[in-house]
């Protein structure tokens, strides 16, 4: 399975789209509804406008989402999928074990890039933290590129534990992300090119810490595994 394809919270019930021509309808629909949060704001959308500029009867729309909180979850998912699409992408032609440093640079530069080209990420983006309903969408999509990071953790820190290897590779998206949404805010105080080379340096120093804690050439075992060596040994001279 696609990681960028997993399972998501269901917009609220709406008719679902099987043939051809109900997908071509939604495609529509989530189009008009692209052009309305870049041109007035995610907040400004309502459903009238959406049938408008899709040309569509307003009931038309209603058929395939039940309410305007469906709809705009539907257009956050498809946005935040994209993104997801890049990072799994970016993750599959770097090797985080044997280069780790490469790998790093390249999965921010390709979040930097995906966000730069596509404006209308931030802005949905913007309306999911404003809306109570919606911003469960966001929640979701943190923990789902959590899990497309988490193989890369695994391979590159074999002896942290679980628990850990989640929160850092939460900690690594939101770090990035924060980092680049804000250079790429109207009026920021640093630019792009400048606050990237700082997160790389930043997110390296971190990565070579996790390495020397739980990396594979760290220099003592666990104290987990230390222990059960000792337990072994003292057994062994029993005997």
Not at 29 to 46: D, N, P, W, Y
Not at 134 to 146: H, M, P, S, Y
């Amino acid at each position: 399975m696609n990681p960028a394809k997993r399972s998501r919270p269901a917009p609220q019930p709406g008719r679902t789209p099987t043939q051809a021509r109900s997908r071509k309808r939604v495609e529509r629909i989530l189009k008009a509804t692209e052009k309305l949060v870049a041109r007035s704001g995610f907040a400004q959308v309502t459903m009238s406008d959406v049938a408008r500029i899709a040309r569509m009867p307003l009931a038309s729309i209603y058929q395939y989402f039940a309410n305007r909180t469906a709809l705009m979850s539907a257009l956050s998912v498809r946005q935040l999928e994209a993104q997801q699409t890049v990072l799994a992408t970016a993750l599959s032609s770097e090797s985080f074990a044997e280069d780790p440093e490469h790998a790093i640079d390249a999965l921010i530069d390709a979040s930097a890039t995906f966000m730069r080209d596509n404006p209308l990420y931030d802005e949905v983006w913007s309306g999911l933290q404003a809306d109570r309903e919606l911003k469960r969408v966001d929640v979701e999509d943190t923990r789902q590129t959590a899990e497309l990071l988490l193989p890369a953790l695994e391979e590159l820190l074999p002896f942290a534990p679980a628990r850990r290897l989640r929160t850092i590779a939460v900690l690594l998206q939101l770090a990035v992300f924060s980092s680049v949404r804000f250079s790429l805010t109207e009026g920021a105080c640093v630019e792009l090119g400048p606050m990237l080379d700082e997160v790389k340096l930043l997110v390296r120093q971190y990565v070579r810490a996790l390495v020397a804690e739980y990396g594979s050439d760290r220099a003592e075992p666990s104290d987990a595994a230390h222990a059960k060596t000792s337990i072994v040994a003292r057994g062994k001279s029993k005997g």
